[in-house]
Every structure is written in structure tokens, then in C-alpha cells.
């Protein structure tokens, strides 16, 4: 009986050994990379950062033990294995996801002096992001919310675009396409460098599958208040689109 149960517990590693480990339980997997189930800070409930640049959200990305997002990736994760149109489906469903909200005139000059406080209510009157997760069915088959409307993301380019920049900025936002489309998982932006933010520019972060053997819980912490020590998060952004 022990050499059997010895020989079963070898085999029952050896398979174990065998299967990817995965990804950390705030990321989904697809194929062989994970992605974060919610737009950053990558919390349910939490509201969604923006004024973030290419460079802020690598930044961050790097700081959780992850990376940015590729374009080929994200557009995998919103289409799915039937290469949808939205991350819910072929057809476009009204309110389904956060891309109906109406656009409205902003202060260039006064957006310009960010991060000063006037700067920072100027974001706060024109941000109109839903809670991460808050449109339930605004989810992709993998498990992945509000890949369409809500922020506008950062990923890094992997397609032919006008501009060559090396990041480009998909999804659209909360107020749909810039003229007037509804987001699309291939809906995108190459207009603006690394450098760029605006009121609705965010980003969620990718990392790898773990396929070695080691625990899919390895980077998985989501400290606030680790990343606000490196400089990488506004915490009085955060707390004022809370308000």
C-alpha cells in the first residue's frame, strides 16, 4: 500500500509539475499571457486613474511586477476565441459598457497645469468613468471588464498605424470614439506620444503566464500605497474622483 500511495503522489506531482501555473487572481489568462481584470488601480469598485502618460503607466506596470499591455494582446483579450467586434459580443448593445456619456468642452490651459489643484478639479469635472466592474455585463468571454468605453487605455504598438509612436492608446473612453463611433476592440488612438495624458487616458497591465512551476500568486500585490512611495500614483487623484 505505501509504494502504491508513493508511486501516486509522484505521478500526481509530476502532472502538476506539468501544468502552467497560471496567473495571479487579479489578472485573467489568455493564451499564454495574463491581463488585469480591471482597468488601474485594478480593483473592483476602485475609479479608474487617469492624466496618465505611456511613460506613468510602464512606470506602474514595472512597480506591480508586471509590464504594459501589447496592442495584439489587448485586442485578443476584447475579442476573444470569436474574434468579437465588443468584448460582449458581434453587436453593439446600448449602456451595455460606459461609452454613452456626452462630451463636454474642456479647459485646455487650465488641464495644462497638471498636477496643480486647479488642474486636478478640472479632471474631476470632466471624469465620468464608472467603478471598475460596475458594468457587469461589460465583460470579455475571458472575464475581463470594461475593455471598451469607460478609460481610454495605453498599450504598446504592435500594428501598422499613420504615426509611428511606439505606444498607442485603444479602447476609447467614457464618451465613445473621437468622432462619434462607439468603441470597437480595435478601436485606437496613434495621434499622441509617451509623453501625453489627458483627462481620460488610463492603462491595465499584462505580465507573462507562469509556466515554470512557481506560484501564480508571485506579484500579485496591488499596494496604493507601495506604488504612491515611488512616486507612480496620485493618492490625492485617487481620493478626489472618489468624491
Not at 471588464?145 to 509611428?164: A, F, K, M
Not at 496613434?190 to 491595465?204: C, D, K, L, Q
Request: hydrophobic letters at 35%; one cysteine or more; proline letters at 6%.
Amino acid at each position: 500500500m505505501s509504494v502504491m500511495l508513493a508511486t501516486l503522489a509522484a505521478e500526481t506531482g509530476a502532472k502538476a509539475r506539468r501544468v502552467p501555473a497560471g496567473c495571479p487572481r487579479d489578472m485573467a489568462r489568455v493564451a499564454d499571457f495574463c491581463i488585469d481584470r480591471f482597468e488601474a488601480p485594478n480593483r473592483a469598485n476602485a475609479m479608474p486613474l487617469v492624466m496618465q502618460s505611456a511613460r506613468d503607466a510602464a512606470a506602474w506596470c514595472s512597480a506591480h511586477d508586471k509590464r504594459m499591455c501589447t496592442e495584439s494582446e489587448w485586442i485578443g483579450a476584447c475579442e476573444g476565441a470569436e474574434h468579437n467586434e465588443y468584448p460582449y459580443g458581434s453587436s453593439h448593445v446600448d449602456a451595455r459598457c460606459n461609452d454613452d456619456k456626452l462630451w463636454q468642452k474642456v479647459d485646455e490651459s487650465t488641464l495644462a497645469k497638471w498636477p496643480a489643484p486647479e488642474a486636478l478639479a478640472e479632471v474631476k469635472s470632466l471624469y465620468q468613468a464608472s467603478p471598475s466592474g460596475a458594468r457587469r455585463r461589460c465583460v470579455s468571454e475571458g472575464g475581463v471588464s470594461d475593455l471598451t468605453g469607460n478609460v481610454e487605455e495605453w498599450v504598446v504598438r504592435t500594428r501598422e498605424h499613420v504615426n509611428p509612436w511606439p505606444y498607442v492608446l485603444i479602447g476609447c473612453y467614457w464618451a465613445g470614439c473621437y468622432g462619434g463611433n462607439k468603441p470597437t476592440c480595435h478601436s485606437t488612438n496613434n495621434a499622441h506620444g509617451p509623453e501625453f495624458r489627458y483627462y481620460e487616458t488610463g492603462f491595465r497591465c499584462c505580465k507573462d503566464a507562469a509556466g515554470d512551476g512557481t506560484s501564480p500568486e508571485r506579484g500579485a500585490v496591488n499596494s496604493d500605497r507601495t506604488s504612491a512611495r515611488r512616486g507612480l500614483v496620485d493618492p490625492a487623484q485617487s481620493a478626489a474622483l472618489r468624491k
